[in-house]
Each structure stands twice: as C-alpha cells, then as structure tokens.
Antibody, heavy 122, light 107 residues
Framework: QVQLVQSETEVKKPGASVSISCKTS????????IHWVRQAPGQRLEWLGW????????VYSPHFRGRVFFRRDTSASTAYMELGSLRSEDTAVYYC???????????????WGQGTPVTVSS | DIQMTQSPSSLSASVGDTVTIACRAS??????LNWYQQKPGKAPNLLIY???NLQVGVSSRFSGSGSGSDFTLSISDLQPEDVAVYYC?????????FGGGTKVEIK
C-alpha cells in the first residue's frame, strides 16, 4: 500500500533552517509529484510547492520563494524540504502529499504523510 | 492568488441529518476543486476530487457538486465518525489554495 512517512518533530531557533524528509513506498516514486503543505496552529492549510520526483523540477509558492528548497533522492524514494530563515510564524505542522494528475480531472493530493511538527522559538 | 471561502465555518447537526458545506472561489476554476476531511491530530484525507468524483474507499454518504466558482459538499446520514474539519482546495492555478475549513460537530 502507498505510504508516505515523514521525519520526526523539530525545534529550531529563529534564523535557523529545518530539513524534513518524506520517505515513500508502495508505488513508483519517479512517476509522481510530491507537494508540500503546512498548517499553522488554528490556521488553514497553506501550500509551499512541489517537486517532480522523476525530473527533479520544482515549483515554489511565491510566498516562500527564496526560503524553501525541495530535493529528492530517487534511489531512496524520498523527498526533502528545507525551509530557511525561520521565524516564529513558521511554527506549523508540515505535510508531504502525493499528487495524482489526470488531464480531465486536474490534480489532487491522494496520499499524505503523517505530518512533521516544527516549532520555532528562541 | 485565488481566494477560497467556505461557509459555514462550523455547524452542529444530529446523527442521521444531511449537512451541506459551501465553497466559493474568487474566480473561475472549472471543476478543479477537491474536498478533504481532517480529523484532530491527523493529516487531511481526500474525499472528493474534481468537484464531484468520490475517492476510492470513501463512503457514498459524501457527495460533491458544482463548477465554475461555486461548489458544495454534502454529507448524508451524518455519523459520529464524520466529526472533523472539512477543507476545499482549488487546483486550477498556482499557488493552489485552501478554504478556511468547516468544523462539523454532532449535537
């Protein structure tokens, strides 16, 4: 079965960077795109961008461009997200999710990781 | 960015009721609208894709409709396990955006 398993809780100081991994299994990693979404406490879901696991191509939300970076390791079927210049407002649960795309229906996020809580505090 | 507005922000209904959640996009998004259910402490779970298509494994008590900019999610025969927050998401243009959520509770 399809699974996305994320790395554990992180606590960081303002100005630092955080790296989160998303290890996938149960499907061909290179055939799909991985999206990253976060949820601050009591807030709506917020999209950070995606990485094409096959080509390595990326699209970043303009709200995070310059601070966020995605990469993947196809041999390990794992995607990574790094967010830099952390501030308290970046405290959130970060999710990876697999994108399913169809030319008729567009795309949707059909499988999600369990989430990685990140706390930014001095 | 396309703004997604959900209403109501919360609702309380009895077991067996039918409830409806609305989602409006600030511009045309065709049928590129997905619905997710999120239970406390869990990741979102896909319910409906492309406005009206039921995801495999999801109860047929969930249904979606709409196109253009106005959409609805209906839950028939409401059950205790449906207690959750429901989010709409547009995938029509980048950046994709989510609604503010609707919290569903049981009376």
């Amino acid at each position: 079965q399809v699974q996305l398993v994320q790395s554990e809780t992180e606590v960081k100081k303002p100005g630092a960077s955080v790296s989160i991994s998303c290890k996938t299994s149960g499907y061909t990693f290179s055939n799909y795109t991985i999206h990253w979404v976060r949820q601050a406490p009591g807030q709506r879901l917020e999209w950070l961008g995606w990485i094409n696991a096959g080509s390595g191509g990326t699209v970043y939300s303009p709200h995070f461009r310059g601070r966020v970076f995605f990469r993947r390791d196809t041999s390990a079927s794992t995607a990574y997200m790094e967010l830099g210049s952390l501030r308290s407002e970046d405290t959130a649960v970060y999710y990876c999710a697999r994108r399913h795309y169809d030319v008729l229906t567009g795309y949707y996020l059909d499988y999600w990781g369990q989430g990685t809580p990140v706390t930014v505090s001095s | 960015d396309i703004q997604m507005t959900q209403s109501p922000s919360s609702l309380s209904a009895s077991v067996g009721d039918t409830v409806t959640i609305a989602c409006r996009a600030s511009q045309y998004i065709n049928i590129h609208l997905n619905w997710y259910q999120q239970k406390p402490g869990k990741a979102p779970n896909l319910l409906i894709y492309a406005a009206s298509n039921l995801q495999v494994g999801v109860s047929s008590r969930f249904s979606g409709s709409g196109s253009g900019s106005d959409f609805t999610l209906s839950i028939s025969d409401l059950q205790p396990e449906d207690v959750a927050v429901y989010y709409c998401q547009q995938s029509h243009s980048t950046p994709c955006t989510f609604g503010g959520g609707t919290k569903v509770e049981i009376k």
